[in-house]
């Protein structure tokens, strides 16, 4: 007997707004199945608005409003059955992040839930790695965003610990983030990774998936530090303008790749990672997961 469910997931980050739709499959006898049916990704940047107004801009709130329309629609098209809508740091800081919410139940109908830190970090972490790991190694778990990095240590197969901080690439293009907020994430990883012979990185977020599809590599195969900190030389070598037209990245791509890949490789100086794993998971694929296993709420389609 199979099952094949719809479920979706919105994202609303600092730097982008995503849409993920998936399929979740069930047959008699087997584990459940998680298959990405379609991704819609728009570069709306509220932590730019946010993080040096405090407020989202009226322009912004209405490209918040017609995109979450837009998302209703897909959804409803695609038959999704269950959807979870999660707003993170730049949502929770503005203060009318509560007001522009509101506003979107009232012309969408999408209720968006406004998460902290550290549950962002618990619903990345629920993302089923055994796919991609081994369940004899530790890894650092590193989600990088515009507002905030998650980092989670995973022992194995489980994880032991989360944390989030506000080091975010829109945070650093915009200079703000305060030297002890580094040193406080620094004390954190060592503090954490130190009683482990060896540790690799799990790295996840837009930015690492777009460096990890330039490489080559096959999925599953690791980056070295080496690798990464070359690619970053490289990118301090173009100007924005250069990275759009030779390097061929999107423009809201081009300057926060940069301080993104910084802040992966000061995660493997501090725990002394070699090797940085991509899997291509994040916020929205841990929503996903965790409204099928009920260990977060969910709204009917």
């Not at 980050?13 to 069930?26: D, F, M, Q, T, Y």
């Not at 291509?280 to 009920?294: F, T």
Request: with cysteine; glycine share 6%.
């Amino acid at each position: 007997m199979l099952s094949i469910k719809k479920y979706a997931a919105i994202d609303i980050g600092s730097n982008a707004v995503r849409l993920l739709i998936a399929n979740i499959i069930e047959e008699k006898g087997k584990e459940v199945r998680f298959k990405k049916s379609s991704l819609v990704r728009v570069p709306i940047r509220l932590g730019a608005d946010v993080f040096l107004e405090q407020n989202i801009s009226k322009y912004n709130q209405q490209r918040m409003l017609d995109t979450m329309k837009a998302f209703k629609l897909l959804m409803k098209s695609h038959k999704v059955v269950k959807y979870k809508a999660c707003a993170t740091s730049a949502m929770r800081e503005a203060d009318n992040g509560q007001q522009v919410s509101e506003a979107i139940l009232k012309h969408s109908n999408i209720k968006i839930d406004i998460i902290d830190g550290e549950e962002e970090a618990a619903i990345i972490a629920a993302t089923d790695l055994h796919a991609f790991i081994d369940d004899s190694k530790t890894y650092l778990y590193v989600d990088v965003g515009g507002g905030s990095t998650e980092f989670s240590i995973i022992h194995n197969g489980k994880k032991i610990t989360s944390r989030s901080f506000k080091i975010g690439t829109v945070r650093l293009l915009n200079d703000i983030v305060k030297n002890e907020t580094w040193a406080e994430a620094e004390a954190w990883v060592i503090k954490h990774t130190a009683e482990y012979e060896k540790i690799d990185l799990i790295g996840s977020g837009g930015n690492i998936n777009k460096i990890f599809k330039i490489s080559g590599k096959k999925l599953g195969k690791p980056l070295t530090y080496f690798y990464l900190s070359s690619y970053y030389k490289t990118l301090q070598t173009y100007s924005y303008e250069e990275r759009i037209t030779e390097l061929d990245l999107n423009q809201d791509r081009a300057d926060v790749i940069i301080p993104a890949t910084r802040i992966y490789l000061s995660a493997m100086k501090w725990s002394g990672a070699k090797d940085i794993y991509v899997p291509k998971i994040g916020l929205s694929d841990g929503i996903i997961k965790s409204m099928y296993h009920n260990t977060i709420s969910s709204n009917t389609q």
